[in-house]
């Protein structure tokens, strides 16, 4: 049974950063993609990026492109989350998520299947 | 980037009753689309992925349907644990995007 197991709670300065992270177990990073999943207190779920389970390439949300950077160290089934120059809109809980999909007739289908519990940051000065 | 839409914001039904949340994407995503549950407090749970296919464990209860640009959630008879907001997810493309989420609510 594929677990998620995420960082605990950070409290930022505007400016800082902070790096989430996130153990697997039950399968191995390499056998699975990894994706970043936020959603700010009170509002709605957003994609910050992930790997492409078609190629495996990291590929991150224009919104956030130049702030995030996703990494995975397979020795130890660790994925990372660092976002940098935070500002108060950062204040958010962070979910990693595996994914999982199978194929039919030519094409691949993908969903978020397994997710963490949330990292809570918080930016405050 | 491809939006999402999703309708009602807001619902508000008896136990019992037939409910229908609506997801619309601003262009064609044949059938890849997900719905997900998140109850208050807690992480969201995937439901049906696919368009229409039940993730292992989902009740019965909840269906999904659709293809191209239009989707339904539908909840054919809604239970008090099914208090929740909804949302739909579009992975056809990336960025992958979300609906705005339906919260339903019980009378």
């Known amino acids: 049974q594929v677990r998620l197991v995420q960082s605990g709670a950070e409290v930022k300065k505007p400016g800082a950063s902070v790096k989430v992270s996130c153990k697997l177990s039950?399968?191995?990073?390499?056998?699975?993609?990894m994706h970043w999943v936020r959603q700010a207190p009170g509002k709605g779920l957003e994609w910050m990026g992930g790997?492409?389970?078609?190629?495996?390439?990291?590929i991150y949300a224009q919104k956030f492109q130049g702030r995030v950077t996703m990494t995975e160290d397979t020795s130890t089934d660790t994925a990372y989350m660092e976002l940098s120059g935070l500002r108060s809109e950062d204040t958010a809980v962070y979910y990693c998520?595996?994914?999982?999909?199978?194929?039919?007739?030519?094409?691949?289908?993908?969903?978020?299947?397994?997710w963490g519990k949330g990292t809570t940051v918080t930016v405050s000065s | 980037d491809i939006q999402m839409t999703q309708s009602p914001a807001t619902l508000s039904a008896s136990v019992g009753d037939r409910v229908t949340i609506t997801c619309r994407a601003t262009?064609?995503?044949?059938?890849?689309l997900n719905w997900y549950q998140q109850k208050p407090g807690k992480v969201p749970k995937l439901l049906i992925h696919?368009?229409?296919s039940l993730q292992s464990g989902v009740p019965s209860r909840f269906s999904g349907g659709g293809s191209g640009t239009d989707f339904t959630l539908t909840i054919s008879s809604l239970e008090l644990e099914d208090c929740a907001t909804y949302y739909c997810?579009?992975?056809?493309?990336?960025?992958?995007?979300f609906g705005q989420g339906t919260k339903v609510e019980i009378k």
């Open positions: 998520v595996a994914d999982d999909g199978y194929c039919s007739g030519g094409s691949c289908f993908y969903y978020l299947d397994v």
């Open positions: 039950g399968n191995t990073l390499s056998e699975t993609s």
């Open positions: 790997s492409d389970p078609e190629d495996a390439k990291t």
């Open positions: 262009q064609s995503i044949s059938r890849y």
């Open positions: 696919t368009a229409s």
């Open positions: 997810q579009q992975s056809y493309t990336t960025p992958w995007t």
